[in-house]
């Protein structure tokens, strides 16, 4: 859901609207894409994202005077994967709770539970990602730890991300970042399985290059393989492949970046561990020197209560998972039960 907060680019058209469902309900016409919402949102309508899923449009929530992002996925229920998915993103984000995770704001209700077939969700709108911004000319600056703080609070609710990049941290003009996109995220627990088939490729830490299952809460700290320090996996063909690499020995980062602060590569050197279990943590990172000013342990707030993955342990059909989702919406919209 990484382009859920990216920035309208421009101004649109009126998009054609259609009063249904008794006039709860409005159906936009956007690019050909049906957009079908309550009456609580009201224009202007703006498409600023697209995807494989649907697209996102912002929108004004008129009850509470809040723009919001509006994500469209389309025929949620027609992949089993795709689903649990987003019934996991939509659970967790109601559990977490924090200024550095994007806030989920409705889950839509459909207008008719027989024809549930595309899921609305509702959430805080960004004005951009930090993937926009590393393509800008725009630098980057110390203030952008704010990762570090929603990490901290992510990993203490007993969730791991698994899929940080640049696109699934999203900002606004104020500096402020959010982490966005957890239909991938786990239980940070060494006794559960978990599969190496997450991650955007270029972003994947070590351990999951390697094909290692026993990966932990360090995977959200980005690591560089080399051709050592591999006691953590236990995969002969992983120790092949890396023994079979050209040896090229490591870079002195200090001299890579001669007008770098020392403490910032410092910082950097022990996130770019291999070894996860040697890699430093998300609150050893805060609490480094170079962060000094800008860390504050009492506002670094942690989440107070784990979040229960047990609805991952039983086989779900898509009828179950489709009435999860649908008592969410309730839920969070009573009038509509």
Same mark, same amino acid.
């Given at each position: 859901?990484?382009?859920? #907060?990216?920035?309208?680019?421009?101004?649109?058209?009126?998009?054609?609207?259609?009063?249904?469902?008794?006039?709860?309900?409005?159906?936009?016409?956007?690019?050909? +894409?049906?957009?079908?919402?309550?009456?609580?949102?009201?224009?202007?309508?703006?498409?600023? #994202?697209?995807?494989?899923?649907?697209?996102? !449009?912002?929108?004004?929530?008129?009850?509470?005077?809040?723009?919001?992002?509006?994500?469209?996925?389309?025929?949620?229920?027609?992949?089993?994967?795709?689903?649990?998915?987003?019934? =996991?993103?939509?659970?967790? *984000?109601?559990?977490?709770?924090?200024?550095?995770?994007?806030?989920?704001?409705?889950?839509?209700?459909?207008?008719?539970?027989?024809?549930?077939?595309?899921?609305?969700?509702?959430?805080?709108?960004?004005?951009?990602?930090?993937?926009?911004?590393?393509?800008?000319?725009?630098?980057?600056?110390?203030?952008? !730890?704010?990762?570090?703080? #929603?990490?901290?609070?992510?990993?203490?609710?007993?969730?791991?991300? =698994?899929? *940080?990049?640049?696109?699934?941290?999203?900002?606004?003009?104020? !500096?402020?970042?959010?982490? !966005?996109?957890?239909?991938?995220?786990?239980?940070?627990?060494?006794?559960?399985?978990?599969?190496?088939?997450?991650?955007? =490729?270029?972003?994947?830490?070590?351990?999951?290059?390697?094909?290692?299952?026993?990966?932990?809460?360090?995977?959200?700290?980005?690591?560089?393989?080399?051709?050592?320090?591999?006691?953590?996996?236990?995969?002969?063909?992983?120790?092949?492949?890396?023994?079979? *690499?050209?040896?090229?020995?490591?870079?002195?980062?200090?001299?890579?970046?001669?007008?770098?602060?020392?403490?910032?590569?410092?910082?950097?050197?022990?996130? *770019?561990?291999? +070894?996860?279990?040697? =890699?430093?943590?998300?609150?050893?990172?805060?609490?480094?020197?170079?962060?000094?000013?800008?860390?504050?342990?009492?506002?670094?707030?942690?989440?107070?209560?784990?979040?229960?993955?047990?609805?991952?342990?039983?086989?779900?059909?898509?009828?179950?998972?489709?009435?999860?989702?649908?008592?969410?919406?309730?839920?969070?919209?009573?009038?509509?039960?």
């Amino acid at each position: 859901m990484g382009d859920m #907060g990216a920035a309208a680019g421009g101004q649109y058209p009126d998009f054609p609207a259609v009063a249904t469902h008794g006039g709860h309900y409005i159906q936009y016409n956007i690019f050909g +894409n049906m957009f079908e919402i309550t009456t609580k949102y009201r224009p202007p309508i703006m498409p600023i #994202g697209r995807g494989a899923y649907g697209i996102v !449009c912002s929108v004004l929530n008129s009850e509470t005077n809040e723009m919001v992002a509006i994500k469209k996925i389309a025929n949620a229920f027609d992949n089993y994967m795709d689903a649990k998915r987003t019934l =996991r993103e939509i659970k967790l *984000l109601r559990h977490l709770d924090h200024e550095n995770v994007i806030g989920i704001r409705d889950v839509i209700p459909p207008p008719l539970r027989r024809e549930f077939t595309d899921v609305y969700i509702a959430t805080e709108l960004m004005d951009t990602d930090l993937h926009q911004i590393i393509r800008s000319n725009q630098g980057l600056s110390e203030e952008h !730890c704010q990762i570090l703080r #929603g990490l901290k609070y992510i990993h203490s609710a007993g969730v791991i991300h =698994r899929d *940080l990049k640049p696109s699934n941290l999203l900002l606004n003009a104020n !500096c402020d970042l959010k982490i !966005c996109d957890f239909g991938l995220a786990r239980p940070n627990s060494e006794n559960e399985f978990m599969t190496e088939y997450v991650v955007t =490729r270029w972003y994947r830490a070590p351990e999951l290059l390697l094909n290692s299952s026993e990966y932990t809460a360090a995977i959200d700290l980005l690591g560089t393989p080399t051709d050592s320090d591999l006691d953590f996996t236990r995969n002969e063909d992983a120790r092949r492949y890396i023994r079979q *690499l050209p040896r090229h020995p490591r870079q002195n980062l200090a001299k890579v970046f001669p007008h770098v602060n020392p403490l910032a590569i410092d910082l950097v050197d022990k996130m *770019l561990t291999v +070894n996860p279990t040697k =890699r430093i943590t998300v609150e050893a990172a805060l609490e480094h020197p170079y962060l000094a000013r800008l860390h504050d342990a009492a506002d670094e707030p942690v989440c107070p209560k784990s979040f229960s993955f047990d609805f991952e342990q039983q086989m779900l059909t898509e009828e179950q998972i489709k009435d999860m989702i649908y008592k969410e919406a309730l839920d969070l919209n009573p009038h509509y039960a």
